[in-house]
């Protein structure tokens, strides 16, 4: 055991992972050591950055506390620490039920963490960060909170209300990120669109992503995590005009049904969402659309889960994920509506779901075929460099795989590539000589 070791595990989504880089970089300013996500933690000390989304989430943020807490009893950690999502909303029961931890963190006042194991100073406002990521890429979390109240979703317990990041201190962090070789940025938020309605209630996402686009070192910006409700427009502008903003959109539809969108509080109907799509691919020619749907939420019928299927059948998205409706305790859905649909049905129709988008997924990747993209490597894995175009974002997105014998490339940098082959999820493609 490494008394000046910490292993941080990150559970959940990118946003957590950048509250869990700050946290690092806390540490080390400290004098202490870390690791990440490591296969054989190995530290005095542990903290694990939870997940409270949804049940699964929550049964693994668990299941990985109490892995640790036998660590702990077995002598082979002195502290362990928990902080995120699942602490913040549930403190007091975690407390209860698990005593074995030293410390309970939440989403907010994980800096705390430092000073109470005797830092001197800690600034609670920073921003600085140990990359966990590969050198060349960095997810920028622009704001925190969400003031859309989605009758299923508990975020807004969670996180609270919108809270936007001075613009001043955003194109900051590019700057300095760049400085320390981040070419490519994910934009991140839990709806990105409200960014800068708390501040003077209008929306500020076109202003920020044409003034980071305008910052030499920055080669492309990936959005995530859109609401097609007073969608600003002015956001495609940028990103035609903008050729280091990728085409390339994160926007989670949930369903299309009337009577379900209704139900689910987003404020939006079936007309509207296909017209929202309509407009998105006329805007920006080529565009690449990422969505999250979800199946079996309370009342749904074989009727509204065909229109479904076939606005998935019309809409062809490039990137598509799906879940089943898990109730969350305190979300309006939980408290108004029964859930009514039988998790065997609500399976089947995810499987469904998925089934279809596999094989729109597979006509879309084939079409790639004897096209040239522009990608950036990974890293090399086996006989292959992996490499993305700008329309896959990192861990989620189908890769373009380069034979390694063909060419030494670097991890990092750019390059141009011709796509001859393809399976469901990833390309196969040789380096174009100039």
Not at 96 to 114: H, I, T, W
Not at 135 to 140: C, E, M, P, V
Not at 233 to 245: F, G, N, P, T
């Amino acid at each position: 055991m490494n008394s000046n070791l910490v292993d941080i595990i990150t559970l959940g989504c990118s946003k957590n992972l950048v509250d869990s880089e700050i946290l690092m970089k806390l540490f080390e300013d400290n004098g202490y050591h870390c690791t990440h996500d490591s296969k054989f933690p190995h530290g005095a000390i542990a903290v694990i950055n939870t997940c409270g989304f949804i049940g699964d989430a929550k049964e693994e943020s668990i299941n990985t506390i109490l892995e640790f807490i036998e660590r702990k009893k077995a002598g082979k950690l002195k502290k362990l620490f928990v902080m995120g999502c699942l602490s913040e909303r549930y403190p007091k029961e975690l407390m209860a039920e698990l005593p074995e931890v030293d410390r309970f963190y939440g989403k907010f006042n994980y800096r705390q963490l430092v000073k109470d194991l005797g830092a001197p100073e800690v600034d609670d406002n920073a921003y600085r960060r140990h990359l966990t990521t590969p050198r060349h890429y960095a997810y920028l979390k622009i704001s925190e909170g969400c003031d859309r109240h989605c009758a299923y979703c508990a975020i807004p317990l969670i996180t609270g209300k919108h809270v936007s990041r001075p613009q001043k201190e955003i194109l900051q962090e590019v700057r300095e990120l760049v400085a320390h070789g981040v070419k490519e940025f994910q934009v991140i938020a839990q709806e990105l669109t409200f960014y800068g309605l708390d501040i003077d209630g209008k929306q500020h996402i076109a202003e920020l992503i044409a003034a980071m686009a305008d910052i030499p070192g920055v080669k492309w910006i990936r959005l995530h995590y859109a609401y097609p409700t007073h969608f600003p427009w002015e956001l495609l502008r940028v990103m035609r005009w903008k050729s280091k903003v990728c085409r390339y959109l994160d926007i989670a539809l949930q369903h299309v049904s009337d009577r379900i969108l209704d139900r689910m509080n987003r404020h939006v109907t079936k007309e509207e969402t296909y017209a929202f799509v309509r407009r998105l691919r006329e805007e920006v020619p080529g565009i690449c659309l990422r969505t999250t749907l979800m199946v079996g939420f309370p009342g749904e019928t074989e009727e509204d889960f065909s229109e479904l299927m076939d606005f998935v059948r019309w809409a062809r998205f490039e990137r598509m994920g799906a879940f089943a409706y898990s109730e969350e305790e305190g979300t309006y859905s939980a408290g108004h509506y029964i859930d009514d649909v039988p998790e065997d049905v609500k399976q089947r129709r995810l499987d469904q779901l998925m089934a279809l988008q596999q094989e729109i997924s597979a006509e879309l990747q084939e079409a790639q075929i004897g096209r040239e993209l522009r990608v950036i490597i990974d890293r090399k894995e086996g006989d292959y460099y992996v490499g993305r175009s700008e329309f896959s974002s990192p861990e989620v997105d189908p890769e373009v795989l380069i034979p390694a014998e063909e060419k030494v490339l670097r991890v990092g940098t750019f390059y141009d590539v011709r796509v001859y082959g393809a399976e469901e999820f990833d390309l196969y493609a040789t380096v174009i000589k100039r």
